[in-house]
C-alpha cells in the first residue's frame, strides 16, 4: 500500500515537472486597458521625477516632456523645473510659455505603437491613426506586379471593419480601363517589396500620360456616340480622310485606317484598314477598350463630324431644291443670286448632290472644289435659306393647321377655351403660347414672397406683355381660320416639318460623363427639340460678307428673323421665357453675390486685396483681354474657384475647338450686347489634353507676364500739373481718400505716410473715380454716401486691374452686402457707373478721348426702379431729367456716358 502511494507520488511530480518544461510560463502578460486622460501639474512631475516607486509609462513621457517645456520657455541655464503637461486622446501635450504644443504626427505614432508593443488595447482611433501614417509612402502611388499589371493605391477603407482594406485600382498590359479591387491592408505591407514594386517617378509621370490619354479617348467614344445621336440625318459609316490614312501603334503592330461604320445598334465602331503587313484588318472599338484608341478614335471624330455637316447639307439641298430624273438634287437660289463666295472669290451660284450623297458646288453650271473654311460658307448659306423657306412655308400654312384649336373650343366667343396642346408644333403661336405661360410660373414663385417684390413685378410685366402677343396673335389666327380655314398642302407640310427637323437640332457641349455605348438614344428626352435659331445666324454675319450687298434672300431673311425674334425666342439659354432684361437682373444678382462673398472674405482676412491685380487681367482664347466689369468679375470667378490661369473659352471655342467641359463645370454669364454669352474657364476642359504644346505656351506666356510685370502703373501721370480736372491735395490721412465737391478737391494722404504704395494708389484712384461723380457726390443722405464709397472702392479696383497695384478694403459697411446679395439693381448700378468712371480716368491718362461706339442705351445700362440716392426719382428717370446745376465733370461725364461702348461697361471681347 505504501509502495503504491509513493508511486503515486512519483508521477504526480513528474506531470508537474513536465507541464512547467512544456506548457509554458504562467506569467503571460495580461491586455491593459487604454491610459485614460490625465492633466500634471510641474508639482506632480517634481515627485515622479524623484520618487524610487515604478513609473507607469504615460508618467514617464509626461516627466520628460515636462523638463523639455520648461527648459524651452525658461532657457537651458534655468533652475530645474518643469511646465504643465497634458494627456488627452493619445496624443501629448506640454505647455511652451503658457500655450500647449502637442506631439507631431510621428512623435504620437511612435508613442501609440509603443503602447502597443506594451501591450495595451488601443481603441480603434488610436489604430487608425497608426495604419493611415503607415500609409502615407502608400496611398496614390503606383505600384507594378512581375506580371506587368499595375496598381494605384486609392485609399484605406477602415470603418467597422476588424481589418482594414485598401482600395486598388488594377490596370493591365491590355486593358488600361481600370478595374476597383481591395486587398487587406497588412498583407500589402507583407508584400511591399516583394509583390508590389513601386514605380520610379519618371514611370510614374509616363504612366499618368498614359492614363491621360485613355481618358481623353473615352471622352472622344462619347463625343463620337453623341455626335452620331445629335445628328439629324442618321450617320452610319464614312472613309477616312486620305491625309489621315497613316499607320498608327496599336497592341499588335502598326494599323492604316481606310474607313469607319457605326455596327450593332450603335455600341460599336468597327474600324477597317490594313496592317503595316498589308493585311485586311479590322479593329472594333467599344467602350471598355475605347481607352487604348485615342488618335484613331480622333480621326473617327474628325470624319462623323464632317460626315453630320455634309449629310446635313445635301438634305438641306435635296429638301430646298428639285430632284432630277437621274435621282441627284439640285439647289439654285432665286433670281440667280450667288449663295456665297469662295477663300478665291469665286460666286458659288447652285449646289449639286449625286446619288452618293458627295455635294459639288457650281458657279455657272461648272465645278468649284471647295475648301474646309468653303464648306463651312455653303452650310451656313443653306441653314439661311432654309430659314427663310419655312418662314415662308409657315406663312401659308398655319391657318389650315389652326383646324384641331379652333375646333376644340368649348366657348365658341373665348379664344382661350380652346386644348393648347391642339396648336400647331413647331410654330411661332405655339412658342407664343409656351412663352406666356412660362413667364407666368415664374410671377407666380415670386407673387407670394414680399422680399421678391422687384422680381415679380418685373415678371408680371413680362407676362402681360407676353400675354398680350399671344392674345392678338391668337385672336388673328382664329379669326382667319373662321373666315376661309383652307386646306392643308400635306406636300408644302411635309418639307415643313423636314425643314425644322433639319435647322432645329442643338448639339450641346459634351460633359465628360461616363456612357457605355454610343447608343445613347434612352437618355434622349421625347419631346421637342428647341430651336436654334441663334445658333444658326450667328454664322449669318461670316457668309454676309462674301454674298453681294444687294436685297438677298439672306439678307431678307435676317431682318425678318430679328424682328420676329424680338417678339419670340424658344432658345431656352436666351428666351422670351426669360426674357433678356429678367436675365440680366440674375446675372447681375449672381455678380452681387460673388462680389459680396469676397467682401466677406475680406473681413476675415484683411491684407486679401479685392482682386489679385498682379495676375494677368482674364483673357480670351485668342489673348484678348477682357476689360471693365467682364474683367473684375471673371477675376473674382478665377479667385473663388482656384483657377491658375484666368483665360475664358466661349460655347463658340468649345465647338471650333471641339473641346469637352468636365462633367462637376458650371459655366459663368457674361453681359454683352448680344444678349448673355456663357464662358468656361480653360481649366473646366480638356484644352490641356488636346493642344498641350498651345497650352503649354499660353500657359508659360502668363506667368511671364506676371514675373515680369510688364504692364506700367500709369496713375502717377495725373499727379502731374494740370493732368487731371480735380485738384490732387496730398493733405489727408493713409486710408481715407474724400473728394469735396464744392472745391471740386481730391483729398488722399502724403505718399510716404503709407507702408504699401499700393495703398496710396488705391486712395488716389477712388478719389479720382468719386470726382468724376460730382453730381453724386453732392448727396449727402447715408445710403447714397455708403453707396459712392462702394462705387469708388470697385473702380479704384478696375483701375489696379489696368495698373497692376491691388486694392484692399479698409473699412466696409454692412449695408453693401446685404444690397448685392439681394439686389440686382443695385449690383448692376454699381458695377456699371464703376466702370464708366474707370474708362474715364483711363481716357485722361491715357491722353485719348474713350471713342468706343455707341453700342450700349444708357436706359438699359441703369438700374430699374431704385432710387439710390434718395432724391425721389429713380435712377431710370434720372438720365432723362435735365439738371442746371451739372458741373463740367458731370458733362465729361454724360459725354462719356453717351460714348462707351459696350465692352467698357461689360468687359472687352
Known amino acids: 500500500m505504501e509502495k503504491e502511494k509513493e508511486k503515486q507520488n512519483m508521477i504526480s511530480r513528474f506531470l508537474q515537472g513536465w507541464g512547467q518544461l512544456f506548457s509554458g510560463s504562467k506569467n503571460v502578460p495580461q491586455p491593459k486597458p487604454f491610459p485614460g ?22 508618467e514617464k513621457w509626461a516627466v520628460e516632456a515636462g523638463k523639455k517645456a520648461y527648459i524651452e520657455s525658461f532657457g537651458s541655464t534655468a533652475r530645474p523645473g518643469f511646465n504643465h503637461v497634458q494627456w488627452q486622446g493619445g496624443i501629448m501635450s506640454s505647455y511652451v510659455k503658457g500655450l500647449p504644443v502637442a506631439d507631431n504626427e510621428t512623435e504620437q505614432v511612435a508613442k501609440l505603437k509603443e503602447l502597443k508593443a506594451l501591450n495595451y488595447i488601443l481603441p480603434d482611433k488610436q489604430l487608425d491613426i497608426i495604419r493611415k501614417y503607415e500609409a502615407r509612402d502608400i496611398l496614390d502611388r503606383y505600384f507594378k506586379t512581375n506580371n506587368g499589371d499595375i496598381y494605384h493605391a486609392e485609399g484605406l477603407e477602415t470603418g467597422d471593419k476588424e481589418e482594414p482594406t485598401l482600395s486598388l485600382i488594377k490596370y493591365t498590359p491590355t486593358d488600361i480601363s481600370g478595374k476597383k479591387e481591395s486587398i487587406g ?42 455626335t452620331v445621336l445629335d445628328s439629324p440625318i442618321a450617320i452610319t459609316e464614312g472613309k477616312i480622310a486620305i491625309e489621315q490614312q497613316k499607320a498608327y501603334g496599336v497592341e499588335n503592330g502598326m494599323f492604316i485606317p481606310e474607313s469607319w461604320e457605326i455596327i450593332h445598334g450603335g455600341t460599336q465602331i468597327a474600324l477597317k484598314g490594313h496592317s503595316d503587313t498589308n493585311e485586311d484588318k479590322t479593329l472594333v472599338i467599344d467602350h471598355m477598350n475605347a481607352c487604348n484608341y485615342k488618335a484613331l478614335l480622333d480621326v473617327i471624330y474628325d470624319g462623323v463630324y464632317r460626315q ?33 463666295h469662295t477663300d478665291k472669290g469665286v460666286d458659288i451660284d447652285s449646289i449639286l448632290v449625286d446619288k452618293q450623297g458627295e455635294l459639288f458646288a457650281l458657279s455657272s453650271n461648272h465645278h468649284v472644289k471647295l475648301s474646309q473654311n468653303d464648306l463651312q460658307k455653303m452650310k451656313n448659306s443653306l441653314v439661311i435659306n432654309g430659314i427663310i423657306e419655312q418662314k415662308e412655308l409657315e406663312k401659308e400654312l398655319i391657318v389650315p393647321l389652326m383646324k384641331d384649336y379652333v375646333e376644340s373650343l368649348t366657348i365658341a366667343d373665348d379664344i382661350h377655351s380652346g386644348d393648347i396642346d391642339k396648336l400647331p408644333v413647331n410654330t411661332r403661336i405655339k412658342s407664343l403660347c409656351r412663352q406666356e405661360w412660362q413667364l407666368e410660373q415664374a410671377y407666380n414663385q415670386y407673387a407670394n414672397h414680399p422680399a421678391d417684390e422687384d422680381f415679380a413685378n418685373q415678371y408680371k410685366a413680362e407676362w402681360n406683355a407676353a400675354s398680350l402677343i399671344y392674345t392678338l396673335e391668337l385672336k388673328r389666327l382664329v379669326d382667319a381660320y373662321r373666315i376661309n380655314p383652307g386646306k392643308i398642302d400635306l406636300e408644302k407640310k411635309a418639307r415643313f416639318d423636314r425643314l425644322h427637323k433639319l435647322l432645329h437640332f442643338t448639339p450641346k457641349p459634351l460633359r465628360m460623363e461616363q456612357n457605355h455605348s454610343l447608343d445613347a438614344s434612352n437618355k434622349v428626352a421625347k419631346e421637342e427639340q428647341r430651336p436654334a ?16 450687298p444687294a436685297e438677298t434672300p439672306a439678307a431678307v431673311a435676317e431682318e425678318k428673323v430679328n424682328i420676329e425674334d424680338t417678339e419670340v425666342s424658344d432658345s431656352e439659354g436666351y428666351g422670351r421665357w426669360h426674357t433678356p432684361d429678367i436675365k440680366q437682373r440674375e446675372v447681375y444678382l449672381q455678380y452681387g453675390k460673388l462680389l459680396a462673398e469676397k467682401l466677406a472674405l475680406q473681413q476675415t482676412y484683411e491684407k486679401l486685396p479685392l482682386t ?29 474657384n482656384g483657377f491658375f490661369m484666368p ?35 480653360i481649366e473646366q476642359t480638356n484644352y490641356a489634353f488636346r493642344y498641350p504644346q498651345e497650352y503649354a505656351s499660353l500657359k508659360n506666356e502668363l506667368l511671364s507676364e506676371e514675373q515680369e510685370n510688364q504692364k506700367e502703373n500709369r496713375l502717377p501721370r495725373l499727379l502731374q500739373p494740370d493732368r487731371w480736372s480735380s485738384a490732387i491735395v496730398q493733405d489727408g490721412k493713409p486710408n481715407l481718400a474724400s473728394y469735396n465737391s464744392k472745391e471740386d478737391v481730391i483729398h488722399i494722404g502724403n505718399q510716404d505716410q503709407y507702408d504699401k504704395e499700393d495703398d496710396f494708389y488705391r486712395d488716389l484712384a477712388e478719389g479720382l473715380i468719386r470726382s468724376t461723380r460730382q453730381k453724386e457726390a453732392q448727396n449727402t443722405k447715408y445710403n447714397a454716401l455708403v453707396k459712392e464709397e462702394l462705387i469708388s472702392l470697385v473702380g479704384a479696383n478696375m483701375l489696379g486691374q489696368e495698373n497692376r497695384f491691388n486694392v484692399s478694403v479698409p473699412q466696409q459697411s454692412a449695408i453693401w452686402k446685404k444690397r448685392l446679395r439681394n439686389d440686382p439693381d443695385y449690383a448692376r448700378d454699381v458695377l456699371v457707373s464703376a466702370s464708366i468712371s474707370q474708362a474715364l480716368v483711363e481716357s485722361r491718362i491715357s491722353g485719348i478721348k474713350p471713342q468706343l461706339g455707341n453700342e450700349i442705351d444708357m436706359r438699359s445700362a441703369t438700374p430699374i426702379n431704385i432710387d439710390s440716392d434718395g432724391n425721389g426719382i429713380v435712377d431710370s428717370q434720372e438720365n432723362f431729367v435735365a439738371d442746371q446745376k451739372q458741373g463740367s465733370n458731370e458733362n465729361q461725364e454724360q459725354q462719356a456716358e453717351d460714348s462707351v461702348s459696350h465692352h467698357v461697361r461689360h468687359g472687352r471681347r
Open 612 to 640: 489679385n491685380n498682379r495676375r494677368s487681367l482674364p483673357t480670351t482664347l485668342d489673348k484678348k483681354e477682357y476689360q471693365g466689369i467682364h474683367a473684375f468679375v471673371l477675376a473674382l470667378n478665377t479667385e473663388k
Open 308 to 340: 453630320r455637316d455634309s449629310k446635313l447639307s445635301a438634305a438641306l439641298v435635296e429638301t430646298l431644291g428639285n430632284k432630277l430624273p437621274n435621282g441627284e438634287a439640285f439647289y439654285k437660289t432665286p433670281r440667280s443670286i450667288a449663295l456665297f
Open 533 to 548: 435659331n441663334y445658333e444658326q445666324l450667328k454664322s449669318k454675319k461670316e457668309v454676309e460678307t462674301h454674298i453681294h
Open 647 to 681: 483665360v475664358y473659352l466661349t460655347e463658340e471655342d468649345l465647338k471650333s475647338k471641339k473641346l469637352l467641359v468636365k462633367k462637376e463645370a458650371s459655366s459663368f454669364p457674361l453681359i454683352e450686347k448680344r444678349g448673355i454669352v456663357n464662358v468656361y474657364n
Open 185 to 226: 491592408f497588412e498583407k500589402f505591407k507583407n508584400d511591399f517589396q516583394t509583390v508590389f514594386h513601386p514605380l520610379s517617378s519618371r514611370e510614374e509621370a509616363a504612366f499618368n500620360d498614359r492614363l491621360a490619354d485613355a481618358r481623353e479617348a473615352k471622352i472622344q467614344y462619347e463625343m463620337i456616340g453623341r
Open 37 to 58: 486622460d490625465r492633466f500634471f501639474y510641474p508639482e506632480e512631475l517634481a515627485y515622479l521625477s524623484k520618487t524610487g516607486e515604478p513609473l507607469s509609462q504615460i
